[in-house]
T-cell receptor
Framework: DAGVIQSPRHEVTEMGQEVTLRCKPISGHDYLFWYRQTMMRGLELLIYFNNNVPIDDSGMPEDRFSAKMPNASFSTLKIQPSEPRDSAVYFC???????????????FGPGTRLTVT | KQEVTQIPAALSVPEGENLVLNCSFTDSAIYNLQWFRQDPGKGLTSLLLIQSSQREQTSGRLNASLDKSSGRSTLYIAASQPGDSATYLCAVGVLGWAGSYQLTFGKGTKLSVIP
């Protein structure tokens, strides 16, 4: 398997623009997580899905952030409108809840570095 | 709310030394604990996962221990090499309602191994 795939790897946009980040989880994994990493706050969980259904979005910072998972192989994180303080690295991760010893081990994508000017 | 602390924030050692990275967590009701490695500008690579019922896990030169009752984990790296230079993150996994699961991360220890 190719692992978790994220696109784009880098995104530079102007304040007020819409940004869409994309993620393809590992095939067969039933959980998908979106994280944000900044120097100040470290890695923070934004939202996660189980079998394409959002389970907990309490980490989403504002209504400007939204996430969808239309099918088992694709998820998006959208920011509209974007602001400079949204600049961070956004990671997607997936895991499998139904497997013995490796249960819940999370596999991360390479991240999307977002810069909002 | 679970809080995860990693000490030290940065560590510099000469090549060949054995070293220990520390991780502490405030709520001992955990399901598992995972150690990750992050290289600059890259994603996270899972190194070791310890279930709450286990005391330690080993992979090559790495050994992770877990003392759930005291809220501590350590990552031991034997015979360090310059290629071990990276940031090491500890993350605590908790099972919630209806089988939900979340990881809470520490801020990491930045390791530099000097040739």
């Amino acid at each position: 398997d190719a692992g978790v795939i994220q696109s784009p790897r880098h995104e530079v946009t102007e304040m007020g623009q819409e940004v869409t980040l994309r993620c393809k989880p590992i095939s067969g994994h039933d959980y998908l997580f979106w994280y944000r990493q900044t120097m100040m706050r470290g890695l923070e969980l934004l939202i996660y899905f189980n079998n394409n259904v959002p389970i907990d979005d309490s980490g989403m910072p504002e209504d400007r952030f939204s996430a969808k998972m239309p099918n088992a192989s694709f998820s998006t994180l959208k920011i509209q409108p974007s602001e400079p303080r949204d600049s961070a690295v956004y990671f997607c991760a997936s895991s499998l809840s139904y497997k013995g010893e490796g249960r819940w081990e999370q596999y991360f994508g390479p991240g999307t570095r977002l810069t909002v000017t | 709310k679970q809080e995860v602390t990693q000490i030290p924030a940065a560590l510099s050692v000469p090549e060949g030394e054995n070293l220990v990275l520390n991780c502490s967590f405030t709520d001992s009701a955990i399901y598992n604990l995972q150690w990750f490695r992050q290289d600059p500008g890259k994603g996270l690579t899972s190194l070791l996962l310890i279930q709450s019922s286990q005391r330690e896990q080993t992979s090559g030169r790495l050994n992770a221990s877990l003392d759930k009752s005291s809220g501590r984990s350590t990552l031991y790296i034997a015979a360090s090499q310059p290629g071990d230079s990276a940031t090491y993150l500890c993350a605590v996994g908790v099972l919630g309602w209806a089988g939900s699961y979340q990881l809470t991360f520490g801020k990491g220890t930045k390791l530099s191994v000097i040739p």
